[in-house]
């Protein structure tokens, strides 16, 4: 009798995660209890937060990221380090800091993620014959877009404000299998929306990186 393999290390499409940031200053935390202030954050449980800024009070590091473990109230959250790890606290006095929350860009139905980089061209006389590229030089880019459903969630109204204003917005990429994050800042370069009167409306989404993109990956 065949055996279906249920142990594939391939990622579906489905695993592949477009989130936009929102950026909070001046969070109160009260660690006793794990509690981590965020007024109107808009999260939800397995949510990604990145803290950007801390005071001296706090134990965690800049720039890590963890996950919404539970959503206490609609200004309160708590993070946990791992997808399996329990909520975690923080420090143990009231503390000041700024964070990152990256959210589901919602009713997305493809995504795309690229990377790209400018090659130095330093073909000459000795190359025999050969092209030859520049060790460690080039321009380094990356760019993501997506499609999907229309849905008129805050998220998506906020993605719009920030093309309309002309404003870099804060991407991630994540791959839900692996656990990895690909972040960074990017310049919406083109956003429609169409949609015919007896079907749902949709919209695709493209943008450029500006500045390096980074990776993380949880345990």
């Not at 190359?127 to 520049?134: A, G, I, N, Q, Y």
């Amino acid at each position: 009798m065949a055996t279906c393999n249920t142990a594939q290390n391939e990622v579906g499409g489905k695993d592949l995660i477009l989130k936009k940031c929102k950026e909070f200053t001046a969070i109160g935390t009260v660690a006793t209890n794990s509690d981590i202030t965020i007024t109107a954050h808009g999260a939800k449980v397995g949510d990604i937060v990145k803290f950007t800024a801390v005071d001296a009070n706090t134990t965690i590091n800049v720039d890590d990221f963890f996950l919404v473990h539970t959503v206490v109230s609609a200004n309160v959250i708590k993070v946990k380090a791992t997808p399996a790890g329990a909520a975690i606290v923080l420090d143990d006095t009231s503390s000041t800091v700024e964070a990152l929350v990256f959210r589901n860009l919602g009713g997305l139905r493809s995504k795309e993620f690229s990377l790209s980089s400018e090659a130095v061209d330093i073909t000459n006389t000795d190359s025999d014959e050969w092209k030859s590229m520049l060790d460690g030089a080039g321009v380094r880019s990356a760019s993501m877009s997506g499609s999907g459903v229309w849905t008129n969630e805050a998220v998506f109204q906020e993605f719009f404000q920030d093309f309309l204003n002309n404003r870099l917005t804060c991407l991630a990429l994540i791959d839900a299998k692996s656990g990895r994050i690909y972040e960074g800042c990017f310049k919406i370069s083109e956003l429609s929306v169409s949609g015919d009167y007896d079907a749902e409306g949709s919209y695709s989404v493209s943008a450029e990186s500006s500045g390096p993109v980074t990776v993380f990956a949880f345990a």
